[in-house]
C-alpha cells in the first residue's frame, strides 16, 4: 500500500466516541480525510453480528481503524471479566470479519499494552507477546485483544489482506472516563485532586503503594501515530506506540497536585491493588517509521485538566 493512502476513500473509525476513536476522527477531518464515517453505540452495536454485516454492505469502507472497545482501569477489569472478554471478542470478529468480506483495503486493529506478559522484560519489546503469563487484574480483556491480535495474522496469511495491529500504551486526554469506579488512573487523578481543592481537604487518596510505573501517551499523539501506520506500516507483528518514558504512580499524582493546584498531602491505599509493576513500551520499531510522541506528560495533563473543567457537567462519568 505504500505511501499513498486515498484521503477521499471512505474511512470508518469503529469507537468514534471514545476517547481514541475521537481523537482519531478529528484528526484523519484535519489531516485531509474527506469521507471519515462513525457511528454511536446507539446507532450501531457492534456486539451485533447481523448489525455490523449490514452496516458494511451499506457503507463500503476503503480504510478502517478500530478503536471500539469496552475498555476500563484496574478495578473495572478485575470486577466485570467476562464483560471484558465477550464484548471485544464479539466486537473485533464482527469487525474484522465484515471488512475481509467486504474488501476493506487497510485495516488498523488497535490494543494495549496490557496483552505483554506480566513480567515481559522491560521496555517491552513487541515479541514479548505470548512468552509469560499475563496480569491477572486485566486478563481476560488481554485474551480478547490478543485473539484480535491473532485475527488480524491469520487474516493476512490466509486472505493475503494488509491489516496490522498497534498496541498503544496508557492513554489519556480529552474525552476521557472520569468515573472514579472505572476509569484509569490519570483521569481519576485529576478528578480526585480537584475535588480535594474543592472542598479544601488536607490529603488525597491514591490506590496501591505508589511504586508501580506506567508511560502515558496522548490521544492527540496516538491518533498521528494511526495516520502513519495506515500509511506506511504492513507486517503481521503489532507495533507498539509509546512514549518511551515512564513515571511511578507516586510521581504521577504529584503532577496533577502540582498542575491542578493542591499542595495537601498523598495518602496510599494499600488495600487497592497495584496491578503489573511495570509495563513500559520498546518503541525503537515506530520511531524507525518516522513517529515519535511529542506531548510532555506535564503538558498533557494541564490540557486535559483544561478539558476537565470545561465539559465537567457532561464528562462520561460526572
Ligand atoms: P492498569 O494500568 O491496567 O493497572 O490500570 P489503571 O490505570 O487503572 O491503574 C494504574 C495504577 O494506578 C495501578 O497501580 C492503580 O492501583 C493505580 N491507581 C492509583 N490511584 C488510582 C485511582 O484512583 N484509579 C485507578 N484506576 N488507578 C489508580
Not at 476493506?104 to 517491552?124: D, E, M, N, R, T
Not at 496469511?157 to 476521557?176: E, F, I, K, W
Not at 472520569?178 to 481537604?201: Q, T
Not at 510522541?293 to 476537565?308: H, K, N, P, V
Request: hydrophobic share 40%; aromatic share 8%.
Amino acid at each position: 500500500m505504500g505511501e499513498g493512502l486515498d484521503r477521499s476513500a471512505r474511512t470508518y473509525v469503529a469507537g468514534h466516541r471514545g476517547l481514541v476513536g475521537g481523537a482519531v476522527f478529528r484528526h484523519l477531518q484535519s489531516d485531509g480525510f474527506t469521507d471519515v464515517v462513525g457511528r454511536t453505540s446507539k446507532e450501531l452495536d457492534l456486539r451485533d453480528r447481523a448489525a455490523v454485516d449490514a452496516f458494511f454492505d451499506e457503507q463500503r469502507p476503503a480504510y478502517v481503524v478500530l478503536a471500539a472497545a469496552k475498555v476500563g482501569g484496574i478495578l473495572a477489569n478485575d470486577t466485570y471479566p467476562a464483560d471484558f472478554l465477550s464484548d471485544n471478542v464479539r466486537i473485533q470478529v464482527n469487525v474484522l470479519d465484515a471488512a475481509a468480506r467486504t474488501g476493506v483495503q487497510k485495516v488498523l486493529f488497535l490494543g494495549s499494552s496490557c496483552i505483554y506478559p506480566k513480567f515481559a522484560p522491560q521496555p517491552i519489546r513487541e515479541d514479548s507477546l505470548l512468552t509469560g503469563v499475563l496480569e491477572p487484574t486485566n486478563d481476560a480483556y488481554a485474551i480478547a485483544k490478543i485473539a484480535g491480535v491473532l485475527q488480524v495474522q491469520a487474516l493476512r496469511r490466509q486472505h493475503g489482506l494488509p491489516y496490522v495491529s498497534a498496541m498503544p500504551t496508557n492513554l489519556y486526554g480529552p474525552g476521557d472516563n472520569f468515573d472514579l469506579k472505572g476509569s484509569h488512573v490519570l483521569p481519576a487523578l485529576i478528578r480526585k485532586v480537584h475535588e480535594a481543592k474543592l472542598r479544601g481537604d488536607r490529603e488525597y487518596v491514591v490506590w496501591g503503594t505508589g511504586t508501580p510505573r506506567r508511560e502515558f501517551l496522548h490521544v492527540e499523539d496516538l491518533a498521528r501515530a494511526t495516520v502513519a501506520l495506515l500509511e506506511r506500516y504492513d507486517d503481521p507483528a503489532p507495533i507498539n506506540v509509546g512514549v518511551g518514558e515512564d513515571v511511578t504512580i507516586r510521581e504521577l499524582a504529584e503532577t496533577v497536585a502540582d498542575v491542578v493546584g493542591f499542595d495537601g498531602e498523598i495518602v496510599f491505599d494499600t488495600s487497592k491493588p497495584d496491578g503489573t509493576p511495570r509495563k513500559l513500551l520498546d518503541v525503537s520499531r515506530i520511531h524507525a517509521l518516522g513517529w515519535k510522541a511529542e506531548i510532555a506528560l506535564r503538558d498533557g495533563i494541564a490540557s486535559t485538566y483544561q478539558w476537565f473543567l470545561e465539559h465537567h457537567a457532561d464528562a462520561r462519568g460526572l
